[in-house]
C-alpha cells in the first residue's frame, strides 16, 4: 500500500507550449458520468481541495457541465487568497460538437467564459474531429448518432484562430485527433493548434501521435490515464493488470501512480479525475522517482487498445467504423468493450 502524499501542496512541472503560457503537466478533470449539473457543488468542493493540493491545471468541457462549478471554486479560491489571483491557473475547456459550426465557435467560447466567470481560458479545444447537425437548442450535450456530420475543420478551425487573435484563449487545439487529421489541418492553419488531447495510457501508449506531435511542435495531452474507468468509453483492464500490479507493488506505489508517471515519463501533459482528496495527493506524487528500464520493458510489451468510441460511429456519419476515427492508427488493438 503506497503512502498518500503530503498535506503540503505540491509544485506540478509546467511544459511551454506553441502559444500562451506553460501547461502545468499534471491536471485535474471535472467530468462526472452521466454528465449532471446538479453535480456542480460536489465538483466546486473537489477543485477547490485539489487547489490545496496544488494542482494548478484544470479540464472542462461545455459538454460536462462542470464550468460554473469550477468558475465558482476558482473565484472563492481567489477571494480566499489560496491563489492571488486567476493567472495563476492555466483552465482548459473544449467547443462541443453541436456547436462545432462555422459561425458558433465564437458563441460557444463566449458562453463558457461566462459559466467560467473568466474573460479568457488558457486552452480552447475542439473536442471531437465531427460536429453534430445543427439544433433548435443551443448547447445541447444529447448525442444522436444519426445527427452526427462531418467537421468543417478549415472553417471551424478559422473561428478557433479569431478566438485566440481576440485574447479569449490564449492557445487553441484539438482533442481526439489522429495524426491524418493533424496533417489535414495543418495544411490550411494559419496558428499552429498547441495541443492535442487524447487518451493515453499504458494500454493506449499512442507512440505514432506522440511522435508526429512533436514533429510539429504539438503538446500531448492524455486524457483516461488510468484506462477511463468509469466513463463511457472506458474499461478496467488497465487498473486490473496484473503487470501493472506488479511494478506498482515492486515501487511501494499505486497502479495508478505508476500510470501517471508512464504518462509522465514520456512527455506528455496528464489529465486525472478523482475528487477523493488522498487520491488527488496521490496522484501529484509522481515526481519524485521513476520507473526502471525493466518497468517500461514490460509496460511496451502490454497489447495496444484503445477506448470505446461508438458514439462517434454511424452508418449515416462521417465515421462508419472506430478504425476510421482513427484513420487506423492503432492498428494492434481492439476497441475495448464497456464494463
Keep these: 500500500m503506497a503512502a498518500s502524499g503530503t498535506d503540503q501542496a505540491v509544485a506540478v512541472p509546467a511544459v511551454p507550449l506553441s502559444s500562451g503560457k506553460p501547461m502545468p503537466r499534471v491536471g485535474m478533470g471535472t467530468a462526472s458520468?452521466?454528465?449532471e449539473e446538479r453535480e456542480g457543488h460536489v465538483v466546486r468542493e473537489a477543485v477547490l481541495r485539489a487547489i490545496d493540493a496544488g494542482y494548478r491545471h484544470f479540464d472542462?468541457?461545455?459538454?460536462?457541465?462542470?464550468?460554473?462549478?469550477?468558475?465558482?471554486?476558482?473565484?472563492?479560491?481567489?477571494?480566499t487568497g489560496t491563489v492571488a489571483s486567476r493567472d495563476d491557473l492555466y483552465i482548459?475547456?473544449?467547443l462541443w460538437m453541436a456547436d462545432a459550426h462555422p459561425g458558433h465557435v465564437l458563441p460557444a467560447l463566449n458562453k463558457t467564459l461566462q459559466n467560467l466567470q473568466m474573460e479568457y481560458v488558457d486552452l480552447y479545444l475542439i473536442h471531437n474531429p465531427v460536429s453534430l447537425r445543427l439544433r433548435p437548442v443551443a448547447g445541447d450535450s444529447v448525442v444522436e448518432k444519426a445527427d452526427l456530420v462531418a467537421l468543417d475543420m478549415k472553417g471551424v478551425w478559422e473561428e478557433m484562430e479569431e478566438c485566440h487573435r481576440r485574447g479569449l484563449a490564449k492557445a487553441i487545439g484539438v482533442s481526439n485527433f489522429s495524426c491524418k487529421k493533424l496533417e489535414h489541418l495543418l495544411s490550411f492553419a494559419i496558428?499552429?493548434?498547441?495541443?492535442?488531447?487524447?487518451e493515453v495510457h499504458p494500454y493506449c501508449r499512442q507512440n505514432k501521435l506522440r511522435e508526429f506531435c512533436k514533429e510539429k511542435g504539438i503538446?500531448?495531452?492524455?486524457?483516461?490515464p488510468l484506462g477511463g474507468k468509469g466513463a463511457p468509453w472506458g474499461n478496467n483492464s488497465v487498473m486490473d493488470c496484473p503487470v501493472l500490479k506488479q511494478i506498482a507493488q515492486d515501487?511501494?506505489?499505486?497502479?495508478?501512480?505508476?500510470?501517471?508517471?508512464?504518462?509522465y515519463e514520456q512527455g506528455d501533459c496528464v489529465i486525472t479525475k478523482t475528487f477523493n482528496e488522498q487520491r488527488m495527493r496521490e496522484?501529484?506524487?509522481?515526481f519524485n522517482w521513476e520507473l526502471t528500464e525493466e518497468d517500461c520493458r514490460k509496460i511496451s510489451s502490454l497489447p495496444e487498445s484503445r477506448g470505446n468510441y461508438d458514439f462517434l460511429v454511424h452508418e449515416s456519419g462521417p465515421f462508419k467504423t472506430v478504425d476510421e476515427v482513427w484513420d487506423g492508427e492503432i492498428v494492434a488493438g481492439q476497441c475495448n468493450p464497456k464494463v
Excluded: H
Design 251 to 263: 515501487r511501494g506505489k499505486t497502479v495508478a501512480q505508476v500510470c501517471m508517471r508512464w504518462v
Design 33 to 35: 458520468f452521466p454528465f
Design 92 to 94: 482548459t475547456s473544449k
Design 283 to 286: 496522484n501529484l506524487s509522481i
Design 219 to 224: 503538446q500531448l495531452c492524455g486524457y483516461s
Design 191 to 198: 496558428i499552429c493548434p498547441a495541443a492535442n488531447q487524447v
Design 60 to 79: 472542462t468541457a461545455a459538454v460536462y457541465r462542470s464550468e460554473r462549478a469550477l468558475g465558482d471554486a476558482v473565484a472563492e479560491a481567489v477571494r
